[in-house]
Protein backbone atom coordinates (compact mmCIF):
# COMPACT_ATOMS: atom_id res chain seq x y z
CA UNK A 1 0.00 0.00 0.00
CA UNK A 2 1.08 3.72 -0.16
CA UNK A 3 0.25 6.78 1.61
CA UNK A 4 -1.46 9.59 -0.84
CA UNK A 5 -1.12 13.90 0.32
CA UNK A 6 -3.19 16.56 -1.47
CA UNK A 7 -3.66 19.77 -0.87
CA UNK A 8 -5.76 22.05 -2.41
CA UNK A 9 -5.73 25.92 -1.63
CA UNK A 10 -7.64 29.10 -2.14
CA UNK A 11 -4.15 31.03 -2.96
CA UNK A 12 -0.77 29.77 -3.84
CA UNK A 13 0.58 27.83 -0.31
CA UNK A 14 3.59 25.88 0.07
CA UNK A 15 3.13 22.33 1.30
CA UNK A 16 6.63 22.18 3.47
CA UNK A 17 5.08 21.85 6.89
CA UNK A 18 3.00 18.83 5.90
CA UNK A 19 5.21 17.46 3.62
CA UNK A 20 7.61 16.96 5.99
CA UNK A 21 5.54 15.20 8.63
CA UNK A 22 4.30 13.27 5.71
CA UNK A 23 7.76 12.38 4.43
CA UNK A 24 8.56 10.98 7.85
CA UNK A 25 6.71 7.68 6.48
CA UNK A 26 8.80 6.74 4.20
CA UNK A 27 11.28 4.86 5.92
CA UNK A 28 11.41 6.76 9.49
CA UNK A 29 7.53 6.56 11.08
CA UNK A 30 6.22 4.33 8.49
CA UNK A 31 7.76 1.94 6.16
CA UNK A 32 6.52 3.48 2.73
CA UNK A 33 9.93 3.83 1.13
CA UNK A 34 9.92 2.53 -2.57
CA UNK A 35 9.89 5.57 -4.09
CA UNK A 36 7.66 8.97 -3.76
CA UNK A 37 7.17 11.82 -5.52
CA UNK A 38 5.16 15.64 -5.72
CA UNK A 39 3.66 17.38 -8.07
CA UNK A 40 2.74 21.38 -8.22
CA UNK A 41 0.30 22.76 -10.49
CA UNK A 42 0.85 26.33 -11.68
CA UNK A 43 -2.37 27.07 -14.09
CA UNK A 44 -2.68 24.34 -16.09
CA UNK A 45 0.96 23.26 -15.90
CA UNK A 46 2.51 21.47 -12.95
CA UNK A 47 6.33 20.84 -12.00
CA UNK A 48 6.81 16.39 -10.96
CA UNK A 49 9.22 15.74 -9.28
CA UNK A 50 9.32 11.83 -8.90
CA UNK A 51 12.10 9.29 -7.47
CA UNK A 52 12.56 5.53 -6.77
CA UNK A 53 14.67 6.52 -3.70
CA UNK A 54 12.31 6.76 -0.18
CA UNK A 55 11.24 10.40 1.10
CA UNK A 56 13.83 10.04 3.37
CA UNK A 57 16.96 9.51 1.19
CA UNK A 58 16.27 11.05 -2.03
CA UNK A 59 18.13 14.84 -2.68
CA UNK A 60 14.75 15.21 -4.89
CA UNK A 61 12.58 15.21 -1.55
CA UNK A 62 14.96 17.61 0.66
CA UNK A 63 14.96 20.04 -2.24
CA UNK A 64 11.06 20.26 -1.94
CA UNK A 65 11.45 19.88 2.17
CA UNK A 66 13.49 23.24 1.62
CA UNK A 67 12.16 25.04 -1.24
CA UNK A 68 9.02 26.26 -0.83
CA UNK A 69 6.97 25.58 -4.01
CA UNK A 70 3.84 28.16 -3.67
CA UNK A 71 0.49 26.21 -5.47
CA UNK A 72 -3.46 25.58 -5.68
CA UNK A 73 -3.19 22.16 -6.23
CA UNK A 74 -0.54 19.84 -5.21
CA UNK A 75 -0.61 15.70 -5.08
CA UNK A 76 2.13 13.68 -3.31
CA UNK A 77 2.68 9.76 -2.87
CA UNK A 78 4.87 7.71 -1.05
CA UNK A 79 5.07 4.08 -2.04
CA UNK A 80 5.43 0.46 -0.55
CA UNK A 81 5.28 -1.53 -3.60
CA UNK A 82 2.53 -4.01 -3.90
CA UNK A 83 2.28 -4.30 -7.73
CA UNK A 84 4.99 -3.24 -10.26
CA UNK A 85 8.53 -3.30 -9.49
CA UNK A 86 10.71 -0.22 -7.99
CA UNK A 87 11.40 1.75 -10.82
CA UNK A 88 10.95 5.64 -11.64
CA UNK A 89 7.92 4.61 -14.40
CA UNK A 90 5.59 3.20 -11.30
CA UNK A 91 6.42 6.37 -9.42
CA UNK A 92 3.28 7.82 -8.60
CA UNK A 93 1.98 10.65 -8.89
CA UNK A 94 1.07 9.97 -12.86
CA UNK A 95 0.76 12.86 -15.76
CA UNK A 96 -1.03 13.09 -18.73
CA UNK A 97 -2.17 15.57 -20.96
CA UNK A 98 -6.14 16.09 -21.68
CA UNK A 99 -8.00 19.08 -23.26
CA UNK A 100 -4.94 21.52 -22.95
CA UNK A 101 -4.32 20.50 -18.90
CA UNK A 102 -2.41 18.13 -17.03
CA UNK A 103 -3.94 15.33 -15.45
CA UNK A 104 -1.78 14.38 -12.33
CA UNK A 105 -3.34 10.92 -10.60
CA UNK A 106 -1.77 9.56 -7.35
CA UNK A 107 -3.50 6.23 -5.64
CA UNK A 108 -3.39 4.17 -2.36
CA UNK A 109 -4.49 0.87 -2.36
CA UNK A 110 -4.56 -2.56 -4.22
CA UNK A 111 -6.50 -3.97 -7.34
CA UNK A 112 -6.83 -7.42 -8.89
CA UNK A 113 -8.62 -9.08 -12.17
CA UNK A 114 -8.72 -5.65 -13.10
CA UNK A 115 -7.79 -5.80 -17.24
CA UNK A 116 -9.44 -3.01 -18.68
CA UNK A 117 -9.40 -2.63 -22.57
CA UNK A 118 -7.93 0.52 -23.42
CA UNK A 119 -8.32 2.59 -26.41
CA UNK A 120 -4.72 3.37 -27.16
CA UNK A 121 -4.78 7.17 -26.24
CA UNK A 122 -3.58 6.93 -22.97
CA UNK A 123 -1.25 3.92 -22.31
CA UNK A 124 0.48 3.30 -19.02
CA UNK A 125 4.26 3.41 -19.19
CA UNK A 126 4.61 1.65 -15.88
CA UNK A 127 3.42 -2.06 -14.78
CA UNK A 128 1.24 -0.74 -11.67
CA UNK A 129 -2.38 -1.28 -11.64
CA UNK A 130 -2.71 2.03 -10.39
CA UNK A 131 -0.74 3.95 -13.67
CA UNK A 132 -3.46 1.55 -15.58
CA UNK A 133 -6.48 2.75 -13.62
CA UNK A 134 -5.69 6.57 -14.45
CA UNK A 135 -5.05 5.52 -18.15
CA UNK A 136 -9.02 4.20 -17.74
CA UNK A 137 -10.53 7.12 -15.92
CA UNK A 138 -9.20 9.48 -18.57
CA UNK A 139 -9.97 7.07 -21.34
CA UNK A 140 -13.19 6.67 -20.47
CA UNK A 141 -13.42 10.64 -19.84
CA UNK A 142 -12.73 11.26 -23.33
CA UNK A 143 -15.05 8.11 -24.72
CA UNK A 144 -17.85 10.81 -22.63
CA UNK A 145 -17.06 14.27 -23.42
CA UNK A 146 -14.47 14.14 -26.81
CA UNK A 147 -11.80 16.70 -27.56
CA UNK A 148 -14.31 19.48 -25.86
CA UNK A 149 -13.11 20.17 -22.24
CA UNK A 150 -16.20 19.47 -19.91
CA UNK A 151 -17.10 21.73 -16.90
CA UNK A 152 -15.72 20.55 -13.39
CA UNK A 153 -19.57 19.64 -12.61
CA UNK A 154 -19.81 17.37 -15.27
CA UNK A 155 -16.02 15.78 -14.28
CA UNK A 156 -16.85 15.09 -11.53
CA UNK A 157 -20.65 13.43 -12.77
CA UNK A 158 -18.37 11.24 -14.70
CA UNK A 159 -16.10 9.92 -12.49
CA UNK A 160 -18.78 9.01 -10.07
CA UNK A 161 -19.83 6.67 -12.10
CA UNK A 162 -16.41 5.05 -13.51
CA UNK A 163 -14.90 4.73 -10.10
CA UNK A 164 -17.22 2.81 -8.24
CA UNK A 165 -16.66 0.51 -11.26
CA UNK A 166 -12.92 0.29 -10.53
CA UNK A 167 -13.20 -0.36 -6.84
CA UNK A 168 -15.28 -3.40 -7.62
CA UNK A 169 -11.62 -5.05 -8.42
CA UNK A 170 -9.94 -3.96 -4.51
CA UNK A 171 -8.96 -0.96 -2.46
CA UNK A 172 -9.38 2.67 -4.93
CA UNK A 173 -7.79 5.30 -2.53
CA UNK A 174 -7.03 8.00 -5.21
CA UNK A 175 -6.55 12.14 -5.89
CA UNK A 176 -6.74 13.77 -9.17
CA UNK A 177 -5.95 17.10 -10.27
CA UNK A 178 -5.99 19.18 -13.68
CA UNK A 179 -4.81 22.67 -11.49
CA UNK A 180 -8.45 23.52 -11.73
CA UNK A 181 -9.35 21.29 -8.45
CA UNK A 182 -8.79 18.44 -6.81
CA UNK A 183 -10.87 15.19 -6.78
CA UNK A 184 -10.79 12.94 -4.17
CA UNK A 185 -11.91 9.37 -3.85
CA UNK A 186 -11.86 6.48 -1.05
CA UNK A 187 -12.96 3.25 -0.48
CA UNK A 188 -11.08 2.65 2.51
CA UNK A 189 -8.76 5.44 3.98
CA UNK A 190 -8.86 9.05 2.92
CA UNK A 191 -8.86 12.06 5.48
CA UNK A 192 -9.50 15.72 4.95
CA UNK A 193 -9.26 19.40 7.12
CA UNK A 194 -10.46 22.58 5.92
CA UNK A 195 -7.45 25.30 7.53
CA UNK A 196 -8.90 28.59 7.37
CA UNK A 197 -9.52 31.77 9.46
CA UNK A 198 -9.05 32.64 12.05
CA UNK A 199 -5.64 30.17 12.16
CA UNK A 200 -4.62 27.72 14.54
CA UNK A 201 -1.60 26.23 15.39
CA UNK A 202 -1.08 22.47 14.66
CA UNK A 203 1.39 20.16 15.73
CA UNK A 204 2.90 17.76 13.63
CA UNK A 205 2.57 13.61 14.63
CA UNK A 206 5.73 12.62 12.61
CA UNK A 207 7.99 15.02 14.07
CA UNK A 208 8.52 16.98 16.74
CA UNK A 209 7.58 20.49 14.43
CA UNK A 210 4.99 22.93 15.21
CA UNK A 211 3.59 25.74 13.57
CA UNK A 212 0.93 28.60 14.40
CA UNK A 213 -0.80 29.55 11.12
CA UNK A 214 -1.88 32.62 12.48
CA UNK A 215 1.39 34.35 11.85
CA UNK A 216 2.01 33.29 8.68
CA UNK A 217 -1.43 33.13 6.93
CA UNK A 218 -3.70 36.43 6.10
CA UNK A 219 -7.15 35.87 6.25
CA UNK A 220 -7.84 35.55 2.19
CA UNK A 221 -6.30 31.92 2.95
CA UNK A 222 -7.65 28.88 2.89
CA UNK A 223 -6.56 25.20 2.43
CA UNK A 224 -8.09 22.01 2.22
CA UNK A 225 -5.34 18.97 3.03
CA UNK A 226 -6.23 15.35 1.92
CA UNK A 227 -4.33 12.45 3.39
CA UNK A 228 -4.27 9.19 3.89
CA UNK A 229 -3.87 9.52 7.74
CA UNK A 230 -4.17 12.55 10.04
CA UNK A 231 -1.03 14.32 9.98
CA UNK A 232 -1.12 16.23 12.69
CA UNK A 233 -2.53 15.40 16.64
CA UNK A 234 -4.31 18.66 17.82
CA UNK A 235 -6.46 19.10 14.49
CA UNK A 236 -10.44 17.70 13.99
CA UNK A 237 -9.91 15.48 10.45
CA UNK A 238 -13.19 14.43 8.84
CA UNK A 239 -12.47 10.16 7.46
CA UNK A 240 -14.12 9.61 4.21
CA UNK A 241 -16.51 7.55 4.53
CA UNK A 242 -16.69 4.20 1.86
CA UNK A 243 -17.17 5.30 -1.60
CA UNK A 244 -17.31 8.98 -0.78
CA UNK A 245 -16.08 11.84 -3.56
CA UNK A 246 -15.07 14.95 -3.03
CA UNK A 247 -14.63 17.60 -5.21
CA UNK A 248 -12.51 20.27 -3.63
CA UNK A 249 -11.82 23.94 -5.18
CA UNK A 250 -10.68 26.98 -3.53
CA UNK A 251 -9.07 25.72 -0.39
CA UNK A 252 -12.81 23.82 0.16
CA UNK A 253 -14.81 20.81 -0.41
CA UNK A 254 -17.41 22.21 -3.01
CA UNK A 255 -19.28 18.85 -4.36
CA UNK A 256 -19.40 15.68 -2.32
CA UNK A 257 -21.08 11.99 -2.95
CA UNK A 258 -21.64 8.61 -1.68
CA UNK A 259 -21.18 7.13 -4.92
CA UNK A 260 -21.06 3.07 -3.72
CA UNK A 261 -24.31 4.06 -1.27
CA UNK A 262 -26.06 5.84 -4.02
CA UNK A 263 -25.77 2.34 -6.13
CA UNK A 264 -26.76 0.19 -3.25
CA UNK A 265 -30.20 2.45 -2.34
CA UNK A 266 -30.76 2.32 -5.96
CA UNK A 267 -30.20 -1.19 -6.18
CA UNK A 268 -31.87 -1.66 -3.17
CA UNK A 269 -35.33 0.27 -5.03
CA UNK A 270 -35.03 -2.12 -7.94
CA UNK A 271 -32.99 -5.38 -7.44
CA UNK A 272 -32.42 -5.76 -11.21
CA UNK A 273 -29.94 -3.10 -11.23
CA UNK A 274 -27.90 -5.75 -9.09
CA UNK A 275 -24.84 -6.47 -10.45
CA UNK A 276 -22.12 -8.63 -8.45
CA UNK A 277 -19.80 -6.34 -6.85
CA UNK A 278 -17.57 -6.71 -3.78
CA UNK A 279 -19.14 -3.62 -2.20
CA UNK A 280 -19.43 -5.44 0.70
CA UNK A 281 -15.78 -5.21 1.48
CA UNK A 282 -16.07 -1.16 1.47
CA UNK B 1 15.98 32.25 -29.36
CA UNK B 2 16.97 29.32 -26.71
CA UNK B 3 19.71 27.13 -26.37
CA UNK B 4 19.54 23.17 -26.90
CA UNK B 5 21.74 20.30 -24.99
CA UNK B 6 21.33 16.41 -25.49
CA UNK B 7 23.12 13.53 -24.71
CA UNK B 8 22.39 10.13 -26.03
CA UNK B 9 24.92 7.25 -24.23
CA UNK B 10 25.77 3.57 -24.82
CA UNK B 11 25.64 3.19 -20.68
CA UNK B 12 23.84 5.09 -18.12
CA UNK B 13 26.17 8.25 -17.50
CA UNK B 14 25.75 11.67 -15.56
CA UNK B 15 25.70 15.21 -17.30
CA UNK B 16 26.79 17.13 -14.56
CA UNK B 17 29.61 18.46 -16.60
CA UNK B 18 28.50 19.19 -20.18
CA UNK B 19 25.21 21.23 -17.81
CA UNK B 20 27.32 23.05 -15.82
CA UNK B 21 29.07 25.03 -18.53
CA UNK B 22 25.46 25.14 -20.59
CA UNK B 23 23.54 26.51 -17.92
CA UNK B 24 26.18 29.53 -17.06
CA UNK B 25 24.87 30.52 -20.65
CA UNK B 26 21.47 31.24 -18.45
CA UNK B 27 22.82 34.61 -17.48
CA UNK B 28 26.32 34.92 -16.92
CA UNK B 29 27.85 33.83 -20.50
CA UNK B 30 24.42 34.60 -22.22
CA UNK B 31 21.42 35.80 -20.96
CA UNK B 32 19.13 32.63 -21.93
CA UNK B 33 17.85 33.32 -18.48
CA UNK B 34 13.87 32.88 -19.03
CA UNK B 35 13.08 29.16 -17.97
CA UNK B 36 14.93 26.34 -17.96
CA UNK B 37 14.38 22.51 -18.11
CA UNK B 38 16.08 19.17 -17.81
CA UNK B 39 14.89 15.57 -19.02
CA UNK B 40 16.53 12.28 -17.34
CA UNK B 41 14.90 9.17 -19.14
CA UNK B 42 15.04 5.99 -17.31
CA UNK B 43 13.81 3.29 -19.46
CA UNK B 44 10.98 4.36 -20.86
CA UNK B 45 10.18 6.91 -17.83
CA UNK B 46 11.50 10.27 -16.91
CA UNK B 47 12.23 12.69 -14.85
CA UNK B 48 11.77 16.51 -15.96
CA UNK B 49 12.39 19.33 -14.12
CA UNK B 50 11.46 22.40 -15.01
CA UNK B 51 11.48 25.98 -13.40
CA UNK B 52 10.43 29.91 -14.66
CA UNK B 53 13.49 30.86 -13.05
CA UNK B 54 16.94 30.70 -14.71
CA UNK B 55 19.64 27.92 -14.35
CA UNK B 56 22.01 29.90 -12.34
CA UNK B 57 19.21 31.00 -10.19
CA UNK B 58 17.17 28.31 -9.72
CA UNK B 59 17.38 25.33 -6.36
CA UNK B 60 16.44 23.11 -9.37
CA UNK B 61 19.39 23.74 -11.29
CA UNK B 62 21.33 23.79 -8.76
CA UNK B 63 20.20 20.26 -7.54
CA UNK B 64 20.73 19.15 -11.29
CA UNK B 65 24.45 20.61 -11.36
CA UNK B 66 25.10 18.33 -8.03
CA UNK B 67 23.07 15.56 -7.50
CA UNK B 68 24.53 12.76 -10.78
CA UNK B 69 21.69 11.41 -11.84
CA UNK B 70 22.74 8.79 -14.78
CA UNK B 71 20.57 8.55 -17.95
CA UNK B 72 21.23 7.24 -21.33
CA UNK B 73 19.17 10.20 -22.64
CA UNK B 74 18.97 14.08 -21.50
CA UNK B 75 17.38 16.93 -23.39
CA UNK B 76 17.84 20.54 -21.32
CA UNK B 77 16.74 23.75 -22.60
CA UNK B 78 17.69 27.21 -21.55
CA UNK B 79 15.20 29.37 -22.42
CA UNK B 80 15.12 33.31 -24.05
CA UNK B 81 10.99 34.05 -24.66
CA UNK B 82 10.30 35.06 -28.35
CA UNK B 83 6.72 34.10 -27.92
CA UNK B 84 4.90 32.79 -25.14
CA UNK B 85 5.10 34.76 -21.30
CA UNK B 86 7.98 33.22 -18.47
CA UNK B 87 5.85 30.77 -17.43
CA UNK B 88 6.28 27.05 -15.63
CA UNK B 89 3.63 26.00 -19.04
CA UNK B 90 6.14 27.41 -21.73
CA UNK B 91 9.44 25.80 -19.94
CA UNK B 92 10.33 23.57 -22.41
CA UNK B 93 11.17 20.29 -22.65
CA UNK B 94 7.14 19.38 -23.17
CA UNK B 95 6.31 15.53 -22.47
CA UNK B 96 3.62 13.67 -23.95
CA UNK B 97 3.38 9.94 -23.74
CA UNK B 98 2.57 8.02 -26.92
CA UNK B 99 2.70 4.05 -26.99
CA UNK B 100 3.35 3.82 -23.70
CA UNK B 101 6.35 5.73 -23.70
CA UNK B 102 7.67 9.27 -22.23
CA UNK B 103 8.35 11.34 -25.41
CA UNK B 104 10.41 14.49 -24.40
CA UNK B 105 10.88 17.48 -26.31
CA UNK B 106 12.64 20.78 -26.93
CA UNK B 107 12.94 23.63 -29.85
CA UNK B 108 15.39 26.16 -30.55
CA UNK B 109 14.10 28.17 -33.13
CA UNK B 110 10.73 30.74 -34.29
CA UNK B 111 8.35 29.66 -36.36
CA UNK B 112 5.93 32.00 -38.02
CA UNK B 113 2.37 31.77 -39.44
CA UNK B 114 2.37 28.26 -37.88
CA UNK B 115 -1.49 27.00 -37.57
CA UNK B 116 -1.38 23.49 -37.63
CA UNK B 117 -4.76 21.35 -37.13
CA UNK B 118 -4.84 19.46 -34.38
CA UNK B 119 -6.74 16.03 -33.86
CA UNK B 120 -6.89 17.01 -30.03
CA UNK B 121 -4.86 14.03 -28.88
CA UNK B 122 -2.25 16.37 -28.20
CA UNK B 123 -2.89 19.83 -26.84
CA UNK B 124 -0.51 22.47 -25.48
CA UNK B 125 -1.08 23.71 -22.40
CA UNK B 126 1.11 26.64 -22.69
CA UNK B 127 0.97 29.01 -25.77
CA UNK B 128 4.49 28.55 -27.56
CA UNK B 129 5.15 27.55 -31.22
CA UNK B 130 7.43 25.05 -29.85
CA UNK B 131 4.49 22.88 -28.17
CA UNK B 132 2.32 23.33 -30.69
CA UNK B 133 5.38 21.73 -33.01
CA UNK B 134 5.50 18.79 -30.67
CA UNK B 135 2.38 18.21 -30.56
CA UNK B 136 1.79 18.23 -34.11
CA UNK B 137 4.35 15.79 -35.05
CA UNK B 138 3.48 13.49 -32.70
CA UNK B 139 -0.17 13.64 -33.91
CA UNK B 140 1.43 13.19 -37.32
CA UNK B 141 3.16 9.99 -35.50
CA UNK B 142 -0.65 9.14 -34.42
CA UNK B 143 -2.04 9.63 -38.12
CA UNK B 144 0.70 7.44 -39.70
CA UNK B 145 0.56 4.67 -37.13
CA UNK B 146 -1.64 4.30 -35.25
CA UNK B 147 -1.46 2.90 -31.41
CA UNK B 148 1.16 0.32 -32.67
CA UNK B 149 4.43 1.58 -31.90
CA UNK B 150 6.56 1.42 -35.23
CA UNK B 151 10.29 0.75 -35.39
CA UNK B 152 12.82 3.33 -34.77
CA UNK B 153 13.64 3.47 -38.12
CA UNK B 154 10.11 4.02 -39.17
CA UNK B 155 9.71 7.06 -36.81
CA UNK B 156 12.81 8.33 -38.09
CA UNK B 157 11.46 8.29 -41.68
CA UNK B 158 8.13 9.84 -40.66
CA UNK B 159 9.66 12.64 -39.21
CA UNK B 160 12.06 13.33 -41.88
CA UNK B 161 9.25 14.02 -43.45
CA UNK B 162 7.06 16.18 -41.43
CA UNK B 163 9.98 18.12 -39.86
CA UNK B 164 10.86 20.37 -43.27
CA UNK B 165 6.67 21.11 -43.34
CA UNK B 166 7.11 22.61 -39.98
CA UNK B 167 10.48 24.54 -40.71
CA UNK B 168 8.85 25.97 -43.62
CA UNK B 169 7.56 28.26 -41.27
CA UNK B 170 11.03 29.52 -39.64
CA UNK B 171 13.91 28.30 -37.62
CA UNK B 172 13.18 24.51 -36.62
CA UNK B 173 16.10 22.91 -34.41
CA UNK B 174 15.30 20.28 -31.53
CA UNK B 175 15.64 17.42 -29.70
CA UNK B 176 13.36 14.63 -29.43
CA UNK B 177 13.70 11.51 -27.63
CA UNK B 178 11.06 8.82 -26.05
CA UNK B 179 13.92 6.54 -23.88
CA UNK B 180 15.47 4.75 -26.75
CA UNK B 181 16.86 7.03 -29.18
CA UNK B 182 17.28 10.78 -29.37
CA UNK B 183 16.27 12.14 -32.21
CA UNK B 184 17.70 16.06 -33.56
CA UNK B 185 17.39 18.40 -36.49
CA UNK B 186 18.38 21.22 -37.18
CA UNK B 187 17.68 23.67 -40.32
CA UNK B 188 19.77 27.21 -38.82
CA UNK B 189 22.05 25.77 -35.78
CA UNK B 190 23.17 22.40 -33.70
CA UNK B 191 26.25 20.93 -33.27
CA UNK B 192 27.29 17.25 -31.78
CA UNK B 193 30.61 14.93 -30.54
CA UNK B 194 30.84 11.75 -29.62
CA UNK B 195 33.37 10.80 -26.62
CA UNK B 196 34.70 7.51 -26.40
CA UNK B 197 37.67 5.27 -25.84
CA UNK B 198 40.49 6.70 -25.77
CA UNK B 199 38.83 9.15 -24.04
CA UNK B 200 40.66 12.73 -24.09
CA UNK B 201 40.05 15.69 -21.29
CA UNK B 202 38.07 18.50 -22.15
CA UNK B 203 37.75 21.88 -21.29
CA UNK B 204 34.55 23.88 -20.79
CA UNK B 205 34.63 27.12 -22.80
CA UNK B 206 31.56 29.01 -20.33
CA UNK B 207 33.53 28.22 -16.67
CA UNK B 208 37.06 27.43 -15.81
CA UNK B 209 36.38 23.58 -15.48
CA UNK B 210 38.48 21.18 -17.02
CA UNK B 211 37.75 17.15 -16.78
CA UNK B 212 40.24 14.13 -18.17
CA UNK B 213 37.54 11.85 -18.87
CA UNK B 214 39.76 9.08 -19.46
CA UNK B 215 39.73 8.85 -15.47
CA UNK B 216 36.38 8.98 -15.41
CA UNK B 217 35.05 6.48 -18.03
CA UNK B 218 35.31 2.54 -19.00
CA UNK B 219 35.82 1.69 -22.73
CA UNK B 220 32.18 0.60 -22.78
CA UNK B 221 31.24 3.89 -22.48
CA UNK B 222 30.49 6.16 -25.52
CA UNK B 223 28.51 9.55 -25.01
CA UNK B 224 27.38 11.75 -27.77
CA UNK B 225 26.52 15.30 -26.96
CA UNK B 226 24.63 17.84 -29.29
CA UNK B 227 24.30 21.23 -28.50
CA UNK B 228 23.58 24.49 -29.96
CA UNK B 229 26.77 26.22 -29.26
CA UNK B 230 30.23 23.85 -28.65
CA UNK B 231 30.69 23.51 -25.11
CA UNK B 232 34.09 23.09 -25.07
CA UNK B 233 37.75 24.54 -26.63
CA UNK B 234 39.75 21.83 -27.02
CA UNK B 235 37.26 19.26 -28.93
CA UNK B 236 36.00 18.84 -32.63
CA UNK B 237 32.63 19.46 -32.89
CA UNK B 238 30.34 19.05 -36.17
CA UNK B 239 28.16 21.03 -37.54
CA UNK B 240 24.67 20.54 -38.43
CA UNK B 241 23.76 21.02 -42.09
CA UNK B 242 20.78 22.79 -42.93
CA UNK B 243 17.98 20.70 -42.90
CA UNK B 244 20.45 17.21 -41.31
CA UNK B 245 18.27 15.22 -39.17
CA UNK B 246 20.46 12.80 -37.11
CA UNK B 247 19.10 9.60 -34.86
CA UNK B 248 21.65 8.83 -31.79
CA UNK B 249 21.40 5.63 -30.17
CA UNK B 250 23.92 3.90 -27.98
CA UNK B 251 25.98 7.02 -28.00
CA UNK B 252 26.71 7.73 -31.82
CA UNK B 253 24.71 8.96 -34.67
CA UNK B 254 22.84 5.77 -36.28
CA UNK B 255 21.23 7.70 -39.20
CA UNK B 256 21.80 10.80 -40.70
CA UNK B 257 19.67 12.41 -43.67
CA UNK B 258 19.55 15.65 -45.17
CA UNK B 259 15.94 16.38 -45.22
CA UNK B 260 15.81 19.91 -47.26
CA UNK B 261 18.55 19.07 -49.19
CA UNK B 262 16.66 15.75 -50.60
CA UNK B 263 13.76 17.77 -51.54
CA UNK B 264 15.43 19.94 -53.55
CA UNK B 265 17.26 17.13 -55.14
CA UNK B 266 14.01 15.47 -55.94
CA UNK B 267 12.78 18.95 -57.21
CA UNK B 268 15.48 19.78 -59.63
CA UNK B 269 14.98 16.02 -61.20
CA UNK B 270 11.59 17.22 -61.31
CA UNK B 271 10.19 20.45 -60.89
CA UNK B 272 6.62 19.55 -60.77
CA UNK B 273 7.32 18.94 -57.52
CA UNK B 274 8.28 21.97 -56.23
CA UNK B 275 6.42 23.65 -53.73
CA UNK B 276 6.34 27.53 -52.58
CA UNK B 277 9.09 27.36 -49.98
CA UNK B 278 11.40 29.31 -47.91
CA UNK B 279 13.90 26.83 -48.62
CA UNK B 280 16.84 29.63 -49.14
CA UNK B 281 16.83 30.24 -45.57
CA UNK B 282 17.98 26.81 -44.19
Same mark, same amino acid.
Not at 31 to 38: E, L, M, R, V
Not at 57 to 79: M, T
Not at 205 to 216: G, H, K, R, T, Y
Given at each position: ???????????????????????????????????????????????????????????????????????????????????????????????????????????????????????????????????????????????????????????????????????????????????????????????????? *????????????????????????????????????????????????????????????????????????????????????? *?
Amino acid at each position: MCQLLGMNCATPTDITFSFRGFSQRAGITSDHSDGFGIAFFEDKACRLFVDNQSAVESPIAELVRNYPIKSRNVIAHIRKATQGKITLENSHPFVRELWGRQWIFAHNGDLHDFHPRLSGRFTPVGNTDSELSFCYLLDKLVEKFGYHEPALNDIFTALKEISPQIAEHGTFNFCLSNGQALFSYATTKLHWIVRE *YPFQHASLIDLDVEVDFSEVTTPEDRVAVITTEPLTHNEVWQAYQAGEMILFQHGRPIKQAMTVVERLQREAKDPSLKRVTKADQ *Y
